[in-house]
């Protein structure tokens, strides 16, 4: 809030002193996002669909910092997960921004379909995508925050002519299309590498990683340049959300 009040002096002085660009604050300020800090987006892949609203209601309350939605075709991925009308229920409760992943082929025949469904966060994956930067433009110009996620056999240059237009780089962790998996470990590197890409070519892209994210890997991660960790298991599997988000948080 206090950012939101600022002169636009005070914000640009603000700015050299976090020596972030203006609209990585202003990114910051709209999501409420410190970049310096750490942030949690909860896979409701893993939530108890029998009761989803209460389980929203569960991360609502909880410190994470978005709600992570993973949409899936049946087509990209060997998987089908839910789509339009789950995330249309998901806005109507949820009080954190909605981050979306499409797991889908030819996303951009969907963004401004999900763009409309009150989301903040709309991310697509570059493997699905002919014309990326031009899906890139065609989610911002509806006002949402683009995200392009990579696969783990994606090497991470892919992304190098469209890193300053992004604002979220999602590096799968694993092979997307399930929850539940084991963490692939050359993740670490891969973060480093898109780290180096973000601060060379000066993007505001927040780095974010998803799949098989837990306790363990939790705090090397954050320490290895990550902003927003995903995770379904480890949250909704714990018995206590609210805590896990926590311990997530706070894990060395
Ligand atoms: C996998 C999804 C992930 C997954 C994370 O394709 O993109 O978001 O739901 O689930 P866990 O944390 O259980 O690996
Ligand atoms: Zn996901």
């Given at each position: 809030e206090a950012l939101r009040n600022l002169s636009t002096s005070d914000f640009g002085l603000l700015s050299s002193v976090f020596r972030l660009s203006q609209n990585k604050l202003t990114f910051a300020a709209e999501f409420y996002i410190d970049t310096m800090s750490r942030y949690v987006s909860p896979s409701i892949l893993a939530a108890d669909f029998n009761y989803l609203a209460k389980e929203i209601e569960k991360v609502n309350n909880s410190k994470a910092g978005w709600i992570h939605c993973d949409v899936m075709d049946g087509v990209f991925v060997p998987n089908i997960s839910f789509g339009v009308p789950v995330i249309k229920a998901v806005a109507r409760v949820a009080k954190k921004p909605l981050d979306v992943h499409l797991m889908i082929v030819e996303p951009a025949k969907y963004i401004d379909k999900f763009c409309s469904l009150g989301i903040d966060i709309l991310t697509i994956h570059q493997e699905a995508s002919q014309y990326l930067q031009r899906a890139v433009f065609q989610i911002k110009e509806n006002g949402v925050k683009a995200g392009v996620s990579i696969s783990p056999h994606t090497p991470v240059n892919v992304l190098s002519e469209v890193?300053?237009?992004?604002?979220?780089?999602?590096?799968?962790?694993?092979?997307?299309?399930?929850?539940?998996?084991?963490?692939?470990?050359?993740t670490y590197r891969r973060v480093g590498e898109v780290k180096e890409m973000i601060l060379k070519t000066r993007s505001n892209a927040l780095i974010q990683v998803d799949g098989g994210v837990n306790l363990e890997n939790a705090g090397k991660l954050f320490d290895a340049g990550v902003d927003i960790l995903v995770t379904g298991t480890t949250i909704f599997k714990s018995g206590d959300p609210v805590k896990m988000v926590d311990k997530l948080l706070t894990s060395k």
């Open positions: 890193i300053a237009d992004l604002d979220v780089i999602l590096i799968m962790s694993v092979n997307p299309g399930f929850g539940g998996q084991s963490f692939i470990e050359n």
